[in-house]
């Protein structure tokens, strides 16, 4: 973690601790977050409807942790796997295979996997052999070899696609 700080340290021609600079950049970028419009009822809806929730994410355990506990979502997803926690990262299969063990091994044909990055969210769930959203709310070109099953705008989006 302390080397791109000692590189950018270097780069700019500064003589700090990137020790110090680390510790600061985790604890603001802890503080960064938030939901977007509608996602708690969402989330709500969903599991009003019986789904069952994995948040999955790649990042830092002290950063992601702390975001979601702001956002107070816990209580929406059954598991919570944070790619620094497993050792393992979207989109490799490992990633995937310990967010299925965390939630009992659901039938692959009855999970989507919703992200907003195609490198990691939908090449991970398409290698896993799972349906793909892509959150898209930019409606920014896919010039990747990555193809999602499904393109959303807005999260209400979800809804039909899950089968309401």
Not at 30 to 55: M, N, P, Y
Not at 85 to 108: L, N, R, V, W
Request: charged letters at 25%; aromatic letters at 10%; proline letters at 4%.
């Amino acid at each position: 973690r302390l080397v791109r700080f000692e590189r950018f340290l270097t780069v700019i021609g500064e003589y700090r601790d990137p020790h110090e600079l680390s510790t600061y950049y985790l604890k603001e970028l802890s503080g960064i977050g938030f939901l977007l419009d509608g996602a708690r009822t969402l989330l709500e809806d969903l599991l009003d409807r019986g789904h069952r929730l994995c948040l999955i994410t790649n990042g830092l355990k002290e950063v992601q942790r702390s975001r979601i506990a702001a956002a107070r979502m816990e209580p929406y997803f059954e598991a919570i796997v944070i790619s620094d926690e497993i050792g393992t990262a979207k989109p490799h299969a490992g990633f995937f295979q310990y967010a299925f063990s965390a939630i009992g091994h659901p039938d692959k044909e009855k999970v989507v996997v919703v992200g907003d990055s195609l490198s990691s969210d939908i090449q991970g769930g398409n290698n896993f052999g799972l349906a793909t959203c892509w959150f898209n709310p930019d409606g920014r070109d896919n010039i990747t070899a990555h193809r999602p099953d499904y393109e959303i705008k807005n999260l209400e989006e979800i809804l039909p696609i899950v089968g309401f």
